[in-house]
C-alpha cells in the first residue's frame, strides 16, 4: 500500500527538493513529488550540494509546476512555505490530508559563502528531522499496524 504525497513549496528550488529526496530515502514505497506554485528556473546548487553531503543526489532533479499535478490524486500535499501554504487550496487535485510543515527559506540568506551553506545545511537537517516525524506517525506507524 504506496502512499502518494505531493511537497509545495513557491519555487520548488530548495525545500520543497529536500524534502521530497528525504520522504524516498526513508521508504522506496512512498510516490512523492514536488512542485513550485511559481517555480524558478533550476534547483538552487547549494541545496544540491547540501543534500549531496546526507547522501541523497538531487543533480537529476528539475523543477515543476504545480498545474502539472491538480488533477491527480494524492494522500498528502504538505506545503513547505508560507506562500505556498496560502495558495494550497487552489490545488484541485483529489487530496485526502493537507499538512503545512514550514521551514525558512536559505535561499534568502546573505552572507560567505560558507555563512549561506551553513544556513542551508540547518535547514535541510530541519527538513530530515520533521519529514521523519511525520513519516513516522503518519506512515511507518500505520503501515507496521496494519500488518
Given at each position: 500500500?504506496?502512499?502518494?504525497?505531493?511537497?509545495?513549496?513557491?519555487?520548488?528550488?530548495?525545500?520543497?527538493?529536500?524534502?521530497?529526496?528525504?520522504?524516498?530515502?526513508?521508504?522506496?514505497?512512498?510516490v512523492v513529488y514536488s512542485a513550485g506554485t511559481n517555480p524558478v528556473q533550476q534547483i538552487h546548487p547549494f541545496?544540491?550540494?547540501?543534500?549531496a553531503e546526507?547522501?541523497?543526489?538531487?543533480?537529476?532533479?528539475?523543477?515543476?509546476?504545480?498545474?502539472q499535478f491538480i488533477?491527480?490524486?494524492?494522500?498528502?500535499?504538505?506545503t513547505v512555505c508560507d506562500n505556498a501554504k496560502d495558495e494550497c487550496p487552489l490545488f484541485m487535485g483529489?487530496?485526502?490530508?493537507?499538512?503545512?510543515?514550514?521551514?525558512?527559506?536559505?535561499?534568502?540568506?546573505?552572507?560567505t559563502e560558507e555563512e549561506i551553506l551553513s544556513a542551508f545545511r540547518m535547514t535541510r537537517d530541519r527538513i530530515k528531522n520533521e519529514f521523519y516525524k511525520f513519516y513516522k506517525s503518519?506512515?511507518?506507524?500505520?503501515?507496521e499496524s496494519v500488518v
Open positions: 500500500m504506496y502512499k502518494r504525497i505531493l511537497i509545495l513549496c513557491t519555487g520548488n528550488s530548495c525545500r520543497s527538493q529536500m524534502a521530497e529526496g528525504f520522504l524516498k530515502s526513508f521508504d522506496q514505497e512512498l541545496a544540491v550540494k547540501v543534500m546526507a547522501g541523497i543526489d538531487l543533480s537529476e532533479q528539475y523543477t515543476k509546476n504545480v498545474n488533477h491527480k490524486s494524492f494522500d498528502y500535499v504538505i483529489n487530496v485526502k490530508n493537507k499538512l503545512h510543515i514550514g521551514f525558512e527559506d536559505p535561499a534568502g540568506v546573505t552572507g503518519e506512515i511507518k506507524d500505520k503501515k
